[in-house]
């Protein structure tokens, strides 16, 4: 049987990796903010905008706000993802408490099985191979983790953790 105490963890802490990870992204030169154009209002005066879906197709827009419309949903998807996979990373890391049995490894490795160097990594993937092996039971694991870690925080910061993380799970 696979024994495990659930705990809660830092809500800060899952707050900054989002912003951790932006910043070192927009330092390596990844666009994560949409390119913009500017429009000429009837009045004579200019206004800004960000593109989207629709307004890059116009024929107006540029190639190099094209490529830069490329490049921002490539490096999107990139934040999103490593936002997503992070934050689990910490979520079942810090929130789960467990043992990793003896013999676990060798039976991993008799089965030509990765096993992590990094003991953070190891943990994770002992939790996901063992104690929440569906992506329901992730789902549930984290969700719960989150619930016990919000105690006294704001029912909206809960509702909002779970609609990121249903939101990921989807795309």
């Known amino acids: 049987m696979n024994e495990y105490k659930l705990v809660a963890i830092s809500i800060t802490d899952v707050q900054e990796i989002p912003i951790d990870i932006k910043n070192r992204m927009e330092s390596e030169g990844r666009v994560l903010n949409p390119p913009r154009y ?18 890059i197709q116009d024929t107006n827009t540029s190639e190099s706000e094209r490529v ?13 993802q490593e936002v997503q996979k992070q934050t689990m990373r910490y979520t079942l890391y810090r929130g789960v408490e ?3 049995p003896e013999g676990w490894q060798a039976e991993r490795a008799a089965f030509g099985l990765s096993i992590p160097d990094n003991p953070i990594d190891l943990k994770v993937k002992y939790i996901l191979s063992e104690i929440a092996k569906t992506p329901d039971d992730i789902q549930k694991l984290f969700l719960s983790i989150m619930r016990i870690s919000a105690k006294g925080v704001d029912e909206q910061k809960i509702k909002a953790a779970e609609a990121t993380f249903r939101n990921q799970k989807g795309s």
């Open 38 to 55: 500017t429009t000429q209002l009837p009045n004579g005066a200019k206004q800004e905008f960000e593109h989207d879906a629709q307004s």
């Open 68 to 80: 830069l419309w490329e490049k921002y949903q490539k490096d999107s998807l990139q934040y999103d």
């Open 98 to 100: 467990c043992e990793i």
